[in-house]
């Protein structure tokens, strides 16, 4: 089973590398970008078959160790 987990910084916590993209493509010429928020896509080959198990695996990997939920949401998808 894939796991798509998608990491992000939770409302009101900075995000540095997103102000340096906002600068960034900003220099670029790119005009109308008022904000960025920059975030990670972890993607997962999980041998679990049972979608409720893999769910609950990946919950127990992202709370371990994949986000730090003190500053970061998290939200997983799955597929077969």
Do not use: W
Not at 16 to 44: M, N, Y
């Amino acid at each position: 089973m894939k796991a798509k987990v998608l990491v992000t910084l939770k409302t009101g916590v900075l995000d540095p590398q997103g102000k340096a993209v906002q600068h960034a493509l900003s220099s670029l010429g790119f005009t109308g970008v008022d904000d960025v928020r920059q975030g990670k896509l972890i993607e997962l080959d999980i041998a679990e078959t049972d979608p409720v198990k893999a769910r609950e695996s990946v919950e127990n990997m992202c709370r371990a160790l994949l986000a730090n939920t003190v500053i970061e949401n998290y939200s997983i998808d799955l597929a077969d």
